[in-house]
């Protein structure tokens, strides 16, 4: 009866924690339901990413060298080409890139549940971390599914994980190795992610693993010398010479560890040092085989798991996948430009941890012969209060009515006012009313040494032919969602900011679109304005 008691409490605790473990659930498929259509910017780097697509659907080689026209994100080129094949069925290139970001989170959180169940055999461990994952979007900055390349990047590095766990043969070890150079080309901090599982698989387990090595230094590096030969060394110079120019920030070094990680991920955090404790492999194949199984049969099983890369070293791939996912996340975090997007690489492998260090407890518990009931309880507390505690207000993150009145109006601006404009933080707006585009506004920051780098030569040039643009107002207007440094001498010799116009924007616009002032800030060319004074600002 006591047996039966203590049953009956804990399905009765797993069926609250199961209630509460929904909420994050409902608000990321509400979020991303309301926003995936949106005609517009949500993120203000998301035109950015609108700019990669139109560049290929159009034919043009996406690296190449930096115009006043276009110049390319830095990141590899995998997640816009594939939003591109999207787009070409969508017909909606904006739409395209955030479906491939929404499939990817939700994917990302059924990989992390298949990896948990598939250590522990416990599949309600294996939901809580998948949960986990998806809770932390707003510690994300709620970038899971906007236009951007983070989701895409952390599916692909977690089916390179799932390949290395799961493989038995070298021809498995060898798709490994190409699914890792598919996660290169996904975002290149892939490298740092497996960084230190590379080292240890050269110098501790080369004969097995040398297929995944080779396969992957091939599938990178011929790739990149061809991309990067076809385009003029201007590859390499995007993905690793740009990037290498930021600036690093101690305050944000700090704030990943503080405000990222240990302040809203502490209980978390703590199963992971419990699942790093020293223990024997062994106690979780024998989770697999408590139930119903003869002696032979766990023998049998622990044989073929000795034969298997994934078992026998499951663990130490768990913890350098960790520590690369980690050391990832903080290294770009920490780069100035690198927001708290950056860290869904932490988040990711600190979900699975917390299945496994979930699962881990309860055994624990069971074999020190602790109150089961009590023990089980207190443990689903611990869950109920870290799930609890990254609950957060939807609507924070989803533009309202006036948002989309404001976007639409400002539509109207650009495709009503005759000449050409310039919105840099949303430059590609006027190519959806057939009219020129600018460079957008993140990439001057990256080739105009924003970010604490030093300027390039195709900066200033840029820069300069901006410039000589607005002293000789070529712009019949300017749009100014957030100041840009280098421009603000020469629009106040030759344009004046409209103080009063019907496409001023509607108070009350949400959280969300706090950075899309554009509307507040047209600035028109003044018949008094002397390009000649203006040239001699710059």
Same mark, same amino acid.
């Given at each position: 009866?006591?047996?039966?008691?203590?049953?009956?409490?804990?399905?009765?605790?797993?069926?609250?924690?199961?209630?509460?473990?929904?909420?994050?659930?409902?608000?990321?498929?509400?979020?991303?339901?309301?926003?995936?259509? +949106?005609?517009?910017?949500?993120?203000?780097?998301?035109?950015?990413?609108?700019?990669?697509?139109?560049?290929?659907?159009?034919?043009?080689?996406?690296?190449?060298?930096?115009?006043?026209?276009?110049?390319?994100?830095?990141y590899?080129?995998?997640?816009?080409y594939?939003?591109?094949?999207?787009?070409?069925?969508?017909?909606?290139?904006?739409?395209?890139?955030?479906?491939?970001?929404?499939?990817?989170? #939700?994917?990302?959180?059924?990989? !992390?549940?298949?990896?948990?169940?598939?250590?522990?055999?416990?599949? *309600?461990?294996?939901?809580?971390? &998948?949960?986990?994952?998806?809770?932390?979007?707003?510690l994300?900055?709620?970038?899971?599914?906007?236009?951007?390349?983070?989701?895409?990047?952390?599916?692909?590095?977690? +089916?390179?994980?799932?390949?290395?766990?799961?493989?038995?043969?070298?021809?498995?070890?060898?798709?490994?190795?190409?699914?890792?150079?598919?996660? *290169?080309?996904?975002?290149?901090?892939?490298?740092?992610?497996?960084?230190?599982?590379? !080292?240890? #698989?050269?110098? #501790?387990?080369?004969?097995?693993?040398?297929?995944?090595?080779?396969?992957?230094? @091939?599938?990178?590096?011929?790739?990149?010398?061809?991309?990067?030969?076809?385009?003029? /060394?201007?590859?390499?110079?995007?993905?690793?010479?740009?990037?290498?120019?930021? =600036?690093?920030?101690?305050?944000?070094?700090?704030?990943?560890?503080? &405000?990222?990680?240990?302040?809203?991920? /502490?209980?978390?955090?703590?199963?992971?040092?419990?699942?790093?404790?020293?223990?024997?492999? %062994?106690?979780?194949?024998?989770?697999?085989?408590?139930?119903d199984?003869?002696?032979?049969?766990?023998?049998?099983?622990?044989?073929?798991?000795? @034969?298997?890369?994934?078992?026998?070293?499951?663990?130490?791939?768990?913890?350098?996948?960790?520590?690369?996912?980690?050391?990832?996340?903080?290294?770009?975090?920490a780069?100035? /430009?690198?927001?708290?997007?950056?860290?869904?690489?932490?988040?990711?492998?600190?979900?699975?941890?917390?299945?496994?260090?979930?699962?881990l407890?309860?055994?624990?518990?069971?074999?020190? $012969?602790?109150?089961?009931?009590?023990?089980?309880?207190?443990?689903?507390?611990?869950v109920?209060?870290?799930?609890?505690?990254?609950t957060?207000?939807?609507?924070?993150?989803?533009?309202?009515?006036?948002?989309?009145?404001?976007?639409?109006?400002?539509?109207?601006?650009?495709?009503?006012?005759?000449?050409?404009?310039?919105?840099?933080?949303?430059?590609?707006l006027?190519?959806?009313?057939?009219?020129?585009?600018?460079?957008?506004?993140?990439?001057?920051?990256?080739?105009?040494?924003?970010?604490?780098?030093?300027?390039?030569p195709?900066?200033?040039?840029i !820069?300069?032919?901006?410039?000589?643009?607005?002293?000789?107002?070529?712009?019949?207007?300017i749009? %100014?969602?957030?100041?840009?440094?280098? *421009?603000?001498?020469q629009?106040?010799? @030759?344009?004046?900011? +409209?103080?009063?116009s019907?496409?001023?924007?509607?108070?009350?616009?949400?959280?969300?679109?706090?950075?899309?002032? =554009?509307?507040?800030?047209?600035?028109?060319?003044?018949?008094?304005? $002397?390009?000649?004074?203006?040239?001699?600002?710059?």
């Open positions: 009866m006591r047996l039966l008691s203590e049953h009956t409490k804990a399905k009765r605790m797993n069926l609250l924690v199961f209630a509460i473990s929904l909420i994050p659930l409902i608000l990321y498929i509400y979020i991303a339901g309301q926003r995936i259509g +949106l005609p517009f910017d949500v993120e203000w780097a998301e035109g950015a990413a609108v700019n990669q697509v139109n560049q290929i659907l159009s034919g043009n080689a996406l690296y190449l060298k930096p115009t006043i026209r276009f110049s390319p994100l830095v590899t080129p995998l997640y816009y594939v939003s591109s094949a999207v787009a070409v069925f969508t017909n909606d290139v904006l739409f395209s890139l955030r479906l491939v970001s929404v499939v990817s989170s #939700f994917s990302s959180g059924v990989i !992390i549940f298949w990896l948990v169940k598939r250590e522990t055999g416990n599949s *309600f461990a294996g939901w809580l971390s &998948g949960i986990l994952f998806l809770s932390c979007f707003e994300s900055n709620g970038f899971y599914d906007l236009a951007r390349v983070d989701s895409f990047y952390i599916l692909i590095t977690l +089916l390179v994980l799932a390949a290395v766990l799961t493989a038995k043969r070298k021809a498995s070890l060898g798709i490994s190795g190409i699914l890792f150079a598919v996660a *290169f080309f996904a975002k290149q901090s892939a490298l740092i992610v497996f960084f230190p599982l590379v !080292i240890y #698989f050269v110098f #501790f387990d080369f004969k097995r693993t040398w297929v995944f090595l080779a396969v992957a230094v @091939t599938g990178i590096g011929i790739p990149l010398l061809l991309i990067n030969a076809n385009s003029n /060394g201007w590859f390499v110079y995007y993905i690793f010479i740009l990037p290498k120019e930021h =600036g690093y920030s101690i305050l944000d070094a700090i704030n990943f560890w503080v &405000g990222d990680t240990l302040r809203p991920l /502490g209980i978390a955090m703590g199963f992971l040092v419990l699942n790093f404790l020293p223990k024997s492999i %062994l106690d979780r194949t024998h989770n697999k085989q408590e139930k199984e003869t002696p032979k049969k766990t023998t049998i099983k622990f044989i073929q798991a000795k @034969t298997d890369l994934a078992k026998s070293n499951a663990d130490i791939i768990y913890l350098l996948f960790v520590i690369g996912a980690f050391l990832a996340a903080w290294i770009t975090r780069s100035n /430009g690198g927001g708290s997007n950056n860290s869904m690489s932490a988040y990711a492998a600190l979900a699975i941890i917390f299945g496994l260090g979930y699962d407890a309860l055994r624990k518990a069971k074999k020190a $012969n602790l109150d089961a009931a009590t023990t089980h309880v207190f443990i689903s507390i611990l109920i209060i870290q799930l609890a505690s990254l957060y207000n939807p609507f924070n993150y989803i533009p309202n009515k006036t948002d989309r009145e404001a976007n639409l109006l400002l539509l109207e601006l650009i495709e009503e006012t005759p000449g050409e404009i310039l919105i840099p933080y949303r430059s590609h006027p190519g959806l009313v057939n009219k020129e585009t600018y460079i957008h506004v993140v990439n001057l920051f990256e080739i105009a040494g924003y970010f604490q780098g030093e300027i390039q195709e900066g200033h040039v !820069i300069n032919e901006i410039r000589q643009g607005i002293c000789e107002q070529k712009y019949a207007v749009v %100014l969602d957030q100041p840009v440094p280098w *421009f603000g001498d629009i106040a010799e @030759t344009y004046s900011l +409209l103080q009063k019907q496409y001023k924007i509607i108070e009350n616009g949400s959280r969300e679109m706090l950075w899309q002032e =554009g509307l507040d800030h047209l600035y028109f060319p003044v018949d008094t304005g $002397n390009p000649e004074s203006c040239y001699e600002t710059y």
